[in-house]
T-cell receptor, first 112, second 111 residues
Framework: DTGVSQNPRHKITKRGQNVTFRCDPISEHNRLYWYRQTLGQGPEFLTYFQNEAQLEKSRLLSDRFSAERPKGSFSTLEIQRTEQGDSAMYLC??????????FGPGTRLTVT | QKEVEQDPGPLSVPEGAIVSLNCTYSNSAFQYFMWYRQYSRKGPELLMYTYSSGNKEDGRFTAQVDKSSKYISLFIRDSQPSDSATYLCAMSATGANNLFFGTGTRLTVIP
């Protein structure tokens, strides 16, 4: 399978715990995006990487959220001190400069 | 007001019907328009992509963009039960990195 992959697919955590998600983009794509999708809503943009550089962050990305893409390949999204409002599907997408964004299957986070 | 508005439905149609899905938007800078299909608990899958105004056809799917009215549509002909999913419109401006999505319309095609 050469699509975007995300792990884990589902994460259940207790409020106050830290969680980390991983995204592996399509191998030839240098652009990587994180989105958040809550129930009944469309995805909302969180942040964008070009290679290893984080070039854009949404105001939705509070200081409890941090994303990295250390070698310009896979990316991680960490949420510290999780809150119940963080429960959502976290989607990763990738693209090349000339292609559209292709999404992974998402990581569903449940904060109890 | 959201930048992209989409009727969430739900929409139920009999198999073989023509389905019309629509979005309106407020940002005149949007130039790229997409339709994604999302099955339950899966990631969005790109269906159609259109630049600026006009029509684009791909099999049973036709996408239309009317920039003067800030209105886009997706038509599905000869709908099948396998088309049952949530359909998301998305759009972006030239040079922008993020997509703006509608809320999605949940479609059920009844056999």
């Amino acid at each position: 399978d050469t699509g975007v992959s995300q792990n884990p697919r589902h994460k259940i955590t207790k409020r106050g715990q830290n969680v980390t998600f991983r995204c592996d983009p399509i191998s030839e794509h240098n652009r990587l995006y994180w989105y958040r999708q809550t129930l009944g809503q469309g995805p909302e943009f969180l942040t964008y990487f070009q290679n290893e550089a984080q070039l854009e962050k949404s105001r939705l990305l509070s200081d409890r959220f941090s994303a990295e893409r250390p070698k310009g390949s896979f990316s991680t999204l960490e949420i510290q001190r999780t809150e119940q409002g963080d429960s959502a599907m976290y989607l990763c997408a990738s693209s090349s400069p000339t292609s559209k964004q292709y999404f992974g299957p998402g990581t569903r986070l449940t904060v109890t | 007001q959201k930048e992209v508005e989409q009727d969430p439905g739900p929409l139920s149609v009999p198999e073989g019907a023509i389905v019309s899905l629509n979005c309106t938007y407020s940002n005149s800078a949007f130039q790229y328009f997409m339709w994604y299909r999302q099955y339950s608990r899966k990631g969005p899958e790109l269906l159609m992509y259109t630049y600026s105004s006009g029509n684009k056809e791909d099999g049973r799917f036709t996408a239309q963009v009317d920039k003067s009215s800030k209105y886009i549509s997706l038509f599905i002909r000869d709908s099948q039960p396998s088309d049952s999913a949530t359909y998301l419109c998305a759009m972006s401006a030239t040079g922008a990195n993020n997509l703006f999505f509608g809320t999605g319309t949940r479609l059920t095609v009844i056999p």
